[in-house]
C-alpha cells in the first residue's frame, strides 16, 4: 500500500496558504521553489485541490492559490481524498465468485467478510485523519517547528503573497 | 491509495487453509482454481505468505500449503503486511528540506509533523487490521455466509486437501 508522493506535496502547500495574508495568493511557481518540486508536477495536485474546493484558484497575471475555507475547516482526509481519489484502498474483486460451481447471485448479496473487515480498518484510517485539521498542522509548526525553519518559511510567504483586491471566500 | 488484489486473494486462500482437516495441505493449483486466479500470478503471493510464516510449503507431489500457525494466531494485518510490505502507505520525501533556503541539517532533527499526522493514522489503520483474526473471518463466514455457498466451499476443500504424513506446526 502506497500513497502517491502527491499528498505530501498537498499538504505542505496547503500549509503555507494557511499563512498568507487575507486574502492574497501564491503562485504554482512560487510554491514548487518553497519545496524543490517541478511546477508542472505540482500543477497537477494543485488543480485536485482545486477541484475539491479546498484551494480556489484566481486567474491573472498577480493571481494564483488561496485557501477556499478556514484552515479549521480543512482535514487531512480532505486533502488525501482529494489527491488520491475517494476509493478505498481495498478493492473487492469478488474473487469468492469465481470458484468452479456456479452459485446464483442470491448466494452472494450480503457483502463477503473480508471485504467488510478491512473497509472496517479503512473507516479507522479516515477517521484518524478527519480528526486532524490543516490549523492543527500549522499550530503545530509554529510550536514544535525549529525557529529557523520557521524564519524561513514566513520571509518566503513574506516575498511570494500576492495581495488581490477580490474578496476572498475564505473569510465567508 | 490501492491496495494490490494480491491482498484479497492471500486472506481468502488462508481462510480455506483454516478449513483443512489437521495437517492436511492445498496445492496452489487448488486454491487458483477455487478463486478463478492465475496459478503463477498465485503463486507469488502464496510465496509471500510462505516468507512470512503465515503458511508452509510441504515439498513434494502430495505437498502444499498449510497455516504454519492456528487461524487465532494469524490477524489481516499479518497477511497485508506480508503481500503489501512493511513500509508506511505515507513515505515522507522531506521536501520540507528543499527549498531555497538551506538551513543547518540540525534544523530538520524533528520531524516533520505532516509525518507524524499520517504515521498516526496509519497506526489507526494498523491496529483495526490486527484486531481481526483470520479465525474470525471463518468464524463469521460460518455463520453468515450463504449455505450454498459455505457447502460448496467445504466440498471443495473436502475434495482437494491432501492428507500428510509429516507433523504439521499448526498444532505446536
Same mark, same amino acid.
Given at each position: 500500500m502506497k500513497l502517491g508522493e502527491g499528498v505530501e506535496a498537498a499538504i505542505h502547500?496547503?500549509?503555507?496558504l494557511a499563512g498568507v495574508d487575507g486574502n492574497s495568493t501564491m503562485s504554482g511557481a512560487a510554491m514548487a521553489e518553497a519545496f524543490g518540486l517541478s511546477p508542472s508536477y505540482l500543477l497537477k495536485h494543485l488543480n485536485q485541490l482545486t477541484a475539491a474546493r479546498? =484551494?480556489?484558484s484566481v486567474p491573472g497575471p498577480a493571481g494564483g492559490y488561496r485557501l477556499a475555507r478556514p484552515a479549521e475547516r480543512i482535514t487531512l482526509l480532505d486533502i488525501v481524498l482529494a489527491v488520491e481519489g475517494k476509493e478505498p484502498a481495498f478493492r473487492c474483486g469478488?474473487?469468492?465468485q469465481r470458484g468452479p460451481v456456479k452459485l446464483d447471485a442470491s448466494a452472494y448479496v450480503k457483502p463477503c467478510g473480508i471485504n467488510t473487515a478491512m473497509l472496517k480498518a479503512e473507516r479507522a484510517y479516515r477517521a484518524a485523519l478527519a480528526e486532524t485539521k =490543516?490549523?492543527?498542522i500549522v499550530a503545530?509548526?509554529?510550536a514544535e517547528g525549529d525557529p529557523r525553519s520557521i524564519a524561513a518559511s514566513c520571509a518566503?510567504?513574506?516575498r511570494?503573497?500576492?495581495p488581490q483586491k477580490s474578496a476572498s471566500s475564505?473569510?465567508?
Open positions: 502547500c496547503a500549509s503555507m479546498i =484551494l480556489e469478488e474473487i469468492r =490543516l490549523s492543527d503545530n509548526y509554529a518566503f510567504v513574506e511570494h503573497q500576492r475564505k473569510q465567508i
